[in-house]
């Protein structure tokens, strides 16, 4: 199947599908507690491979190729022209999402945009991973940053004469690309290298659909896909009762996990959820939290998987307090979950501290600005204020969930954040 990926024709040496190959034994780790092991070396391997294997093919992503036919100019979101993202193939077969750069670190998202607008940003993506890992979560794919040639791995290497046919060099002498849309072939929509080189993440495939089929589920807290209309639970404080008692939410831990869900998109500060291509095309794939997707292997209780983050860090000096509503409408979390928080809010293990350091790893660094690691530990507080008014009303018993698994968090979550 790999092997016919690649051209046949082709003059160099034939390549070998390792399974030692770093994607391969990702893939295989993959278990019902996350996307990989708290102490897996794979993962280290995984972020190498990625930032240095050169490229053997680029495509654009099954979203963009659906939407070249279904680009309307009536619709208020032109999610093409916006929203530019490309699968890259590497030399050991490997696969990952890239998205380029498209604005600068310190650039804020306006606060006349719309939730279904605003940009996506490549470092978003990176520093979402980061926060994920150190939530011990383990639920987003491993991203990293990397400086791409355009020219050598991008359009030498592509086979879509589409995708040949949007490089151009700029008034600048820097080689741009753009998506190609029937109403989006536009040169302002562009990216550009300087010349060559355009910074831009990489995020790992997850297995293929037919090897690790996957569910994708409508989000009980769902955001409106119109400009005035509000959905159930943005007007009734006790929507959370309903969901409490329908199917998976009555009997597993599903509530709890849109939860943790609700609290990591809070924390990075994520623009509310409305899919672009949902509201230009229909809803293909998991483009923003309107679905979630969960692999099937693992039963109601696996993980929700935490895909699609580049809407994160748009705004540091605004806190979206809707979209922690699971929490305060529920108020119900994990007691393994509170205690991280609790742990990563207390000054030798400060959130924006711990963040700080873990995201030196990367190429890009700084990945994200000051203001928008202090912006963590202000969204922390009102987190765990959020469940303190909880307990109060509530109770700890009703409002702290205990795990067979969670007795040792708060030891393991020490441990963890020191290495």
């Known amino acids: 199947m790999y092997k016919e990926q690649r051209n046949l024709t082709s003059l160099d040496p034939p390549l070998q599908l390792r399974p030692e190959a770093s994607w391969v034994q990702f893939h295989l780790g ?102 994920d890992r150190i939530l011990d979560f383990r639920r987003v794919p491993p991203t990293v940053g990397r400086l791409v040639n355009v020219t050598k791995e991008i359009l030498e290497v592509t086979k879509n004469e589409i995708l040949q046919s949007v490089f151009f060099v700029s008034p600048a002498s820097n080689v741009c690309f753009f998506a190609k849309c029937p109403y989006m072939c536009k040169t302002e ?18 297995p293929s659909l037919n090897l690790a089929p996957r569910l994708s589920v409508p989000n009980p807290w769902i955001r409106s896909y119109s400009l005035a209309g509000k959905e159930e639970w943005e007007v009734n404080p006790l929507y959370c009762d309903t969901v409490k008692q329908i199917y998976p939410h009555n009997s597993s831990n599903r509530l709890l996990n849109i939860i943790d869900m609700a609290i990591f998109d809070f924390l990075t500060g994520r623009c509310p959820r409305a899919g672009p291509a949902a509201v230009a095309a229909g809803s293909m794939g998991n483009m923003d939290r309107h679905h979630y997707e969960m692999f099937t292997k693992f039963g109601d209780d696996g993980f929700l998987i935490h895909l699609d983050n580049a809407r994160g860090f748009g705004r540091h000096s605004h806190d979206e307090i809707s979209i922690l509503s699971p929490l305060s409408q529920c ?33 890009l660094t700084p990945v994200l600005t000051e203001p928008h690691l202090l912006a963590l530990d202000r969204r922390l507080q009102t987190i765990l204020q959020t469940v303190e008014g909880c307990i109060e009303a509530h109770g700890e018993q009703s409002v702290v969930a205990n795990g067979p698994a969670e007795q040792s968090a708060l030891d393991s979550g020490q441990a963890h954040l020191t290495s």
């Open 331 to 363: 108020c119900r979390i994990k007691r393994k979950t509170l205690l991280h928080l609790q742990l990563l809010a207390q000054a030798d293990y400060r959130l924006s501290d711990v963040m700080r350091e873990s995201l030196l790893e990367d190429q």
């Open 30 to 131: 993959i278990d019902r507690q996350g996307l990989y092991s708290r102490s897996s070396p794979i993962v280290s391997k995984l972020l190498h491979d990625m930032r240095h294997f050169p490229t053997i093919s680029a495509d654009y992503s099954q979203d963009e190729k659906a939407l070249l036919g279904a680009c309307d100019c009536t619709q208020i979101v032109k999610p093409s022209g916006v929203h530019l993202k490309l699968v890259l193939r590497f030399s050991d077969f490997g696969k990952a999402m890239f998205k380029p750069m498209r604005q600068q670190r310190d650039e804020e998202t306006p606060e006349d945009f719309f939730y279904f607008i605003d940009f996506q940003r490549h470092n978003a993506e990176i520093a979402a991973f980061h926060l």
């Open 189 to 206: 929509y562009a990216v550009c290298g300087n010349p060559h080189l355009l910074e831009g993440s990489l995020s790992a495939f997850l």
